[in-house]
């Protein structure tokens, strides 16, 4: 497959952004950061939707071809009035993940408030019900991606504590989903690259072949501010904090006037994809915290992109 090098291997639907303040049927102030899945042969978004206050709330997204959705009239979740989710979600809930495991999607999530980020579980098994199961770490963490299923008989998730200043990808195992252990550090920060300043995971790890395809998150900070890129890695099928490739070219950066221009600038941020047959990919991201786009991106490409570029060399 020939490298389409000095251009993103994500190509974008002409048609973006997806998803507006205008398919909100209730008074918001932005939408972006949708995890995604199917249930059945329906396509489900569930999106983060930052109301008029400027506090997050889920809201689902329905389709039936991927492309053109329907938001339900009022959101799925909200910050919880109950116990101990309350007192940790009084600022919002933000970027939710969906993992499908074990005939159940869990959704990890942002829970907010004035003791920082930390992550959240919750599971539904139709999205008309949802019960939290706990929160499954301290502050500061974040951008929690379940992976769907146990490996070497442990459920594993890959999370973004931050430490020292600085945001890596680390992995944690459970035996019961909400007790997490035997952290270790998967992917840091590359001096020097596009994803120098902070990395986290995106969407939740999809089984390959190769090895499990993570698409990421990195930051780099400007004089102008950070600019939020998306890559992949490749990691290894049985023990997933070893990294075989890692794309040292973004696979999308934001260029368009959506992902440049919005409440925050020069962002594209992904929080879910769904594999289609054929091996191609839907990476749903937000653009600029204001809006969501559709890319697409052939699976054997993106790992093509990783093993090509990476050297995993710092540059300074
Ligand atoms: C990150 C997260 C994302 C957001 C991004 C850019 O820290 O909070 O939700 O899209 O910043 O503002």
Redesign the pocket.
Known sequence: MPMRLGRDVVERWYKNPIITIEHVPFACNTV??AAATKLGDEYILLLRIEDLAGRSVFALARSEDGYHFSVDPQPALEPSKEEPFRSYERRGI??PRITYLEGAYYIMYTAYSRYGARLALCRTTDFKTYERLGLISEPENKDGCLFPRKINGRYVRLDRPYGGGIGNIWLSYSDDLLHWGDSEVVMTTRGGFWDADRIGASAPPIETEHGWLEIYHGVKNTSAGPI?RMGAALLDLDNPAKVLCRSAVPILTPREYYERVGD?GN?V?SCGAIMEDGGKIKIYY?AA?TCICLGFADVEMLIDRCRVDSDGEDLE
């Open positions: 972006f950061n933000e970027d939020y925050v962002v941020f937000g915290d």
